[in-house]
């Protein structure tokens, strides 16, 4: 019943997502008030009927239903309760009913607040919105619905995939997919501003926080990513240039182009069809996302059941939506007031406009690695695999300059800057940096290579710099710095902790695989690790044989690591859980390979020194996004003026017309 | 539950050499070896990584060989005459693949003469008679403006 | 309107094609690194048959298929009787090689469900699969009377592919060998 009733939700929903995206287009072209008024009550109505059709399907998992073809392939009673829900997404089409949920909310968030905007422009962005959502629905109502029945209902479930078996599940998606989705509010925007021919200070100040949202929820959501395969592949790795990592990536690095353009735009006016080109570029790569994780174009190991059929209406989707915003683009753009004013080399808006070059560049270079395997395939030259040794090769010399030019973004001012003025403010954090640089590896980790202390000093620099502003910025005020300010700086801080934890982790790490039989000891990084044999343990789904390892530094004992391998009873896939010594300066990470003869075991032990500071990194900036976010200047009520001038606007432009 | 011991136990019954077996510069090759070759039967994992039975296999044909004394672009190459190129993770650098490799410095050079054309485009003029003083005057007030830009979050343009 | 303006739309398009192409192909078929080149050398026990061993000479003189299978490989099962179907119909041997198996498990599998192969080779460790670039089991090859591999199936065979390539092209072999 339940399921039924979860269906019905959805078909609902598509209705009324039809009904939020063309009456209020048709208000929009007819100049009628109550067709736009539709909007929000539509956008309201959507989220209950997809929070119905979620939490039908919650249930279901919950319940054990396996009646539920979705609910049979990814649940098992074994599966303790909280990822049995959180399987809801574990796979495709439950991740889509995620996705348009999310989707939902965010539009309910813009039907909320569209208080604050003009009545067009509200009920635009929520029809646009509304468009998107539409897609999605046809998507799942015709060929990927999670409500399927299977009759006869089978007695137990095939189990979720034991990878997915960890706290990350519970997490990274929906924090990964807020972003992803939240990317379609700045499209929105964008091609609300394309359709009325309007880019100015309101209408940025109207993108730039659903914006900063989406990109922080983004960043939190890639962090997750990275520090759920760390602890769950078990083989100490963070990132490995995987397709679908790759294309969580490009919209995060687009989205984080986009931030600055719209800074550059609001404060300056240039730059218009710049912003909007990338705020449908960004949310094109979160489309391009999600038709490669479930079409199959690509091998990865983070892809649903692929599907090419499913993957044509996807790329029809995409090509419809992304190609005929691209066209409205051609067409519209001209029609932004192009501004006029000078862009000196050595001002905020020539710096930004340099970050946003690299920026650009690296997502396209990430693209032609994901996607080179196709090309190289169709242009007959077989296959040839693209993978972490390219990325980096090309990823690092496109972005070490980011970094470098984030130590002038404080210190430079809009319209012009003198260099005097960057000397005498940039030689203290410079010195820092480089002090603080290379002392703090040297210190915690010992000597080692070059190119990682480089980095380093890097990191440090872009947190010298971000702290010198604060600190000058501070001197002779009595109030609180606005967060805007804070939020940018310790985003920057975030970016700097990132790349030290990188540098050092690349540059130090390592690993050293060792034959132990029980009472043995070996050592690493000046710590002993001694192998006390192993357990046989039973799990609520599982059968695990468990090591036991003794840490010890200069004699005395710090840690005891539990490393498993674990073959799982459903799907009887072997797994490598690994135990890890966390600490700020470095972790100690463990993993049984094989058994070996005796009761001896092939055991790999890695050295990862700074690798928190990686994930630190990434939070810091998405609370450094959050921070500004809640600045008061984006709560301030665009209401009578701001109506009134809009309402003025168009009335002139059809005395025009 | 004893099932899980066997099982496992007959797969290291039949395995040769391991990385254990090798020491210091030699595990290193192992270590960086492994981690750019990749899994055939997996979805996308490197050898170092996967718990797949081919992928230990190949783990320990690349220990073997190393402890003959093989150099790296031998291993390499004996994997990839059985596998093709698919199996190394570091795309070759040759006629075929220079749009994969230049490519992305080549947008990078395009890009960055884009802006250096839209800076020139955009610049001003330079003032005929060169007061100094009241050019530095002038840009003192630019700039100060500028600055208060930053800082005053009213200020709107059209 | 501006021309540069288009660029964006352009781009789109060619990628949108592009990828429209990659799903025509299906990227997790390896193909075999030795079409046209000669097969691997091996030398192997013989699964309880009257031949002692066998090797790579075996397999030139005629056109041979080499089928690699398992006891404990689930679709090995299901193309077990086209197997002996597409022996029967082309004329062509068929080898096993059984790989990464016990004696007594290959020897109880093929009691259960019959013996298509004219000779078993023994691989237990999956030495000799791995020198021909065996990725998964099920794989079949078609050997050409030269020792040189003309052809591989990747996974089960279906009864589609053995009716659309693999009898067409065994028996295309054959014609130009005669």
């Given at each position: 019943m339940i399921p039924e009733i979860g269906h019905f939700a959805l078909i609902l929903a598509l209705g009324l997502a039809l009904i939020q995206t063309v009456v209020p287009l048709y208000g929009f072209a007819r100049n009628r008030a109550d067709c736009l008024a539709v909007a929000a009550p539509a956008a309201i109505g959507q989220f209950a009927m997809l929070g119905v059709a979620f939490v039908s399907l919650g249930f279901a998992f919950y319940a054990n239903d396996f009646s539920v073809a979705y609910v049979a392939a990814n649940s098992h009673t074994q599966l303790p309760w909280f990822y049995r829900i959180a399987a809801i997404w574990g796979a495709h089409e439950g991740s889509l009913l995620l996705w348009m949920m999310l989707l939902s909310c965010w539009s309910l968030a813009v039907a909320a607040a569209s208080r604050t905007l003009p009545r067009e422009v509200a009920s635009c962005v929520l029809a646009v919105m509304g468009s998107v959502s539409v897609g999605f629905l046809m998507f799942t109502l015709f060929t990927s619905s999670p409500f399927t029945r299977e009759f006869p209902a089978p007695g137990e479930g095939r189990d979720l995939n034991p990878l997915l078996q960890d706290p990350g599940l519970v997490f990274h998606p929906p924090m990964l997919y807020m972003g992803y989705v939240g990317f379609c509010v700045a499209f929105a925007f964008a091609i609300t501003a394309l359709i009325t021919g309007r880019v100015d200070s309101a209408w940025t100040r109207w993108t730039r926080p659903w914006t900063i949202a989406a990109w922080a929820f983004l960043t939190l959501g890639v962090t997750l990513g990275s520090w759920w395969a760390?602890?769950?592949l078990g083989w100490g790795g963070w990132w490995f240039w995987d397709p679908v990592e790759n294309a969580s990536f490009m919209p995060w690095l687009v989205g984080t182009a986009l931030i600055h353009s719209l800074a550059v735009t609001e404060k300056r006016g240039i730059f218009k069809s710049w912003t909007v080109l990338l705020a449908i570029t960004a949310f094109a790569l979160s489309l391009l996302g999600t038709f490669l994780v479930r079409s199959g174009v690509l091998i990865s190991v983070h892809a649903f059941a692929t599907d090419p059929a499913r993957g044509v209406y996807i790329l029809a989707f995409f090509t419809i939506v992304i190609g005929g915003s691209l066209l409205l683009y051609a067409i519209r753009a001209p029609k932004f007031e192009a501004g006029t004013e000078p862009v000196a080399a050595?001002?905020?808006?020539?710096?930004?406009?340099?970050?946003?070059?690299?920026?650009?560049?690296?997502?396209?270079?990430?693209?032609?690695?994901?996607?080179?395997?196709?090309?190289?395939?169709?242009?007959?030259?077989?296959?040839?695999?693209?993978?972490?040794?390219?990325?980096?090769?090309?990823f690092i010399p496109l972005t070490a300059p980011l970094v470098v030019l984030v130590g002038a973004a404080a210190v430079m001012a809009w319209?012009?800057?003198?260099?005097?003025?960057?000397?005498?403010?940039l030689w203290a954090p410079l010195i820092i940096a480089i002090v603080v640089g290379v002392a703090m590896p040297l210190l915690t980790v010992g000597p080692g290579a070059l190119a990682a202390i480089a980095g380093c000093v890097l990191g440090c620099?872009?947190?010298?710099?971000?702290?010198?502003?604060?600190?000058?910025?501070?001197?002779?005020?009595?109030?609180?710095?606005?967060?805007?300010?804070?939020?940018?700086?310790?985003?920057?801080?975030?970016?700097?902790?990132?790349?030290?934890?990188?540098?050092?982790?690349?540059?130090?790490?390592?690993?050293?695989?060792?034959?132990?039989?029980?009472?043995?000891?070996?050592?690493?990084?000046?710590?002993?690790?001694?192998?006390?044999?192993?357990?046989?343990?039973?799990?609520?789904?599982?059968?695990?044989?468990?090591?036991?390892?003794?840490?010890?530094?200069?004699?005395?004992?710090?840690?005891?690591?539990?490393?498993?391998?674990?073959?799982?009873?459903?799907?009887?896939?072997?797994?490598?859980?690994s135990d890890i010594d966390i600490g700020i300066w470095r972790d100690l990470y463990v993993s049984l390979g094989e058994p070996l003869s005796g009761d001896a075991w092939s055991v790999r032990i890695y050295y990862r020194p700074f690798i928190r500071w990686i994930w630190a990194g990434g939070f810091l900036a998405a609370i450094g996004g959050l921070l500004a976010l809640s600045d008061k200047r984006y709560r301030r009520r665009a209401d009578a003026p701001a109506r009134r001038a809009v309402a003025t606007d168009r009335n002139d432009k059809a005395a025009h017309a | 539950m004893r099932i899980l011991v066997i099982f496992l136990l007959a797969l290291g019954v039949a395995s040769t050499a391991q990385a254990v077996d090798l020491e210091g510069e030699q595990q290193t090759r192992y270590h960086a070896l492994t981690a750019e070759l990749r899994c055939v039967i997996c979805q996308n994992r490197n050898i170092a990584e996967s718990d797949a039975p081919l992928a230990k296999d190949m783990r320990e044909l690349v220990a073997r060989q190393i402890a003959n004394g093989r150099s790296d672009r031998e291993i390499q190459q004996y994997l990839v005459d059985r596998y093709g190129e698919w199996v190394l993770y570091d795309p070759p650098l040759d006629r075929?693949?220079?749009?994969?490799?230049?490519?992305?410095?080549?947008?990078?050079?395009?890009?960055?003469?884009?802006?250096?054309?839209?800076?020139?485009?955009?610049?001003?003029?330079?003032?005929r008679a060169l007061d100094r003083d009241r050019l530095a005057s002038v840009l003192d007030e630019d700039e100060r403006a500028g600055r208060d830009d930053d800082e005053d979050s009213s200020r709107e343009h059209s | 309107m501006r021309w540069r303006l288009v660029v964006p739309v352009v781009v789109v398009l060619m990628l949108v094609v592009l990828l429209g192409y990659g799903l025509t192909r299906r990227p997790d078929i390896l193909p075999s690194a030795f079409i046209d080149k000669p097969?691997?050398?091996?030398?192997?026990?013989?699964?309880?048959?009257?031949?002692?061993?066998?090797?790579?000479?075996?397999?030139?003189?005629?056109?041979?298929?080499?089928?690699?299978?398992?006891?404990?490989?689930?679709?090995?099962?299901?193309?077990?009787?086209?197997i002996t179907q597409i022996s029967r119909r082309t004329g062509v041997p068929v080898i096993g090689l059984n790989y990464k198996d016990t004696e007594k498990a290959a020897l109880r599998w093929l009691g259960r469900y019959g013996n298509p192969f004219a000779v078993v080779a023994f691989d237990p460790d999956g030495a000799v699969g791995l020198d021909w670039g065996v990725a998964a089991v099920p794989e079949t090859f078609v050997v050409d009377e030269q020792g040189i591999i003309r052809y591989k199936v990747v996974g089960a065979i279906t009864p589609e592919e053995m009716n659309k390539n693999l009898v067409p092209r065994i028996k295309a072999l054959k014609q130009s060998a005669s």
């Open positions: 760390y602890n769950e050595l001002s905020r808006e020539g710096l930004l406009l340099l970050n946003n070059i690299f920026l650009v560049v690296a997502a396209a270079g990430v693209l032609l690695g994901t996607l080179y395997p196709i090309l190289a395939d169709s242009l007959g030259m077989g296959r040839i695999s693209v993978g972490p040794p390219y990325f980096n090769k090309v319209k012009r800057t003198r260099a005097e003025l960057l000397r005498s403010r620099w872009a947190i010298a710099t971000a702290l010198e502003d604060i600190v000058r910025r501070c001197r002779g005020r009595r109030i609180m710095l606005p967060r805007h300010v804070l939020g940018m700086a310790l985003a920057h801080i975030g970016v700097g902790v990132f790349v030290i934890g990188i540098s050092l982790v690349s540059g130090f790490g390592g690993e050293h695989d060792v034959r132990l039989a029980p009472g043995e000891s070996t050592s690493m990084a000046g710590h002993e690790f001694t192998f006390m044999g192993t357990r046989h343990v039973e799990g609520p789904n599982f059968v695990a044989e468990v090591g036991d390892f003794v840490v010890r530094k200069d004699g005395e004992q710090i840690a005891e690591l539990y490393p498993a391998k674990r073959r799982y009873n459903a799907s009887g896939q072997t797994m490598t859980e | 075929g693949t220079l749009i994969l490799w230049a490519g992305p410095f080549v947008l990078l050079a395009a890009g960055l003469l884009i802006v250096a054309v839209i800076m020139r485009k955009r610049a001003h003029t330079p003032p | 097969a691997p050398e091996f030398d192997l026990p013989t699964l309880a048959s009257d031949r002692e061993r066998i090797e790579t000479s075996d397999l030139k003189g005629g056109i041979t298929l080499v089928n690699v299978w398992a006891s404990w490989c689930v679709a090995c099962r299901s193309e077990h009787a086209l």
